[in-house]
């Protein structure tokens, strides 16, 4: 009898631990959960044209970027326009045209449920002055119409990498002729929801 009622309480041991993470999984209190964030990187390549002829002009760059970002607690959809003033050509290849720069961040912690869906739609802008001045204007290439003289190829991934802020996923636009490259980089910050 007494061996009965031990291997009961035995068996009832098993399932009182399984149903203790199941607790947590239906949105306990101390849930980890993310909130994200959004920097920009502007860098031009070793052959873009504006290091060959505008090495120390000054310039202006602005483009446009989708969002989306949606959970159940947080709901974000819609166009950002950044817009950089007085950007000054670097004598070399290797510095930044534009630093980094903070774009968006979510202000509400949420459940995880992947990276925000963002895309580099234009990018416009200019560099120099006179007969030297350079505009750019590219954009995406869309299905029956022609491919823009300059076009912006979005979505190229890049690796995977950390820096003061934490650990980031970047993801790249880059235009075709002017040789531009517009880094997006998105931070997952752990939360508490």
């Not at 022609?146 to 995977?160: A, F, N, S």
Request: proline fraction near 6%; hydrophobic fraction near 40%; glycine fraction near 10%.
């Amino acid at each position: 009898m007494r061996f009965r009622a031990f291997s009961c309480c035995l068996a009832l041991v098993p399932i009182g631990l399984g149903l203790a993470p199941l607790g947590k999984a239906f949105g306990s209190p101390g849930e980890l959960g993310v909130r994200h964030r959004i920097d920009v990187v502007v860098s031009a390549e070793p052959d873009a044209p504006i290091f060959q002829h505008l090495k120390g002009a000054k310039g202006d760059l602005a483009f446009t970027v989708r969002l989306s970002a949606n959970s159940k607690e947080s709901r974000f959809f819609g166009l950002l326009h950044p817009f950089f003033l007085d950007i000054t050509v670097p004598d070399k290849a290797d510095k930044l045209l534009v630093q980094q720069t903070k774009l968006w961040e979510e202000e509400v912690c949420h459940q995880r449920r992947g990276l925000p869906k963002v895309t580099v739609t234009q990018l416009g802008g200019h560099f120099g002055g006179g007969e030297g001045r350079i505009e750019i204007s590219a954009i995406v290439r869309h299905i029956g119409l022609l491919v823009p003289p300059d076009e912006l190829t979005p979505g190229i991934k890049l690796d995977q990498g950390s820096d003061d802020l934490g650990v980031f996923y970047a993801f790249r636009a880059q235009t075709r002729n002017s040789r531009l490259n517009v880094d997006l980089k998105i931070y997952p910050f752990d939360c508490f929801l």
